[in-house]
C-alpha cells in the first residue's frame, strides 16, 4: 500500500467553500477507482488555508492510472488555480 499527503495552500483571495465544492467531485470520483482504497480532503485545523488529500492505493500503477484519469486531468487544474503551493510525497509502511 501506498499512502499520498497532498498538501496545498489556498491564495489569500480564494471562497474555501467554492474550493472544497470541486475537490469534493475529485474525492467521489476517486473513490470509485479500481486502486483507490481511500481518499479523503482535509482540512488544517490550525490553519484553514490548509487543505490536504489523503490517499491509500494499493500500488503505483493504480496511482499512475489516478492520475491519468479524465477526472483528474480536467479537476486538478482547477484546484491549482485556487492554490498558491502544493507538496505531495507518497509514503511506504516500513
Same mark, same amino acid.
Given at each position: 500500500m501506498i499512502r499520498v499527503v497532498a498538501k496545498g495552500k489556498l491564495k489569500q483571495d480564494v471562497n474555501k467553500e467554492e474550493y472544497i465544492k470541486i475537490?469534493?467531485?475529485l474525492v467521489t470520483e476517486t473513490n470509485k477507482e479500481t486502486g483507490c482504497i481511500s481518499y479523503v480532503l482535509h482540512e488544517d485545523i490550525n490553519d484553514p488555508t490548509i487543505v490536504t488529500m489523503i490517499e491509500e492505493w494499493v500500488? !503505483? !500503477?493504480a496511482i499512475?492510472?489516478?492520475n491519468a484519469s479524465e477526472h483528474v486531468r480536467n479537476?486538478?487544474?482547477e484546484l491549482r488555480k485556487l492554490? !498558491?503551493?502544493t507538496e505531495i510525497n507518497l509514503y511506504r509502511k516500513v
Open positions: 475537490a469534493r467531485e500500488d !503505483e !500503477e499512475n492510472q489516478h479537476i486538478v487544474p492554490r !498558491e503551493s
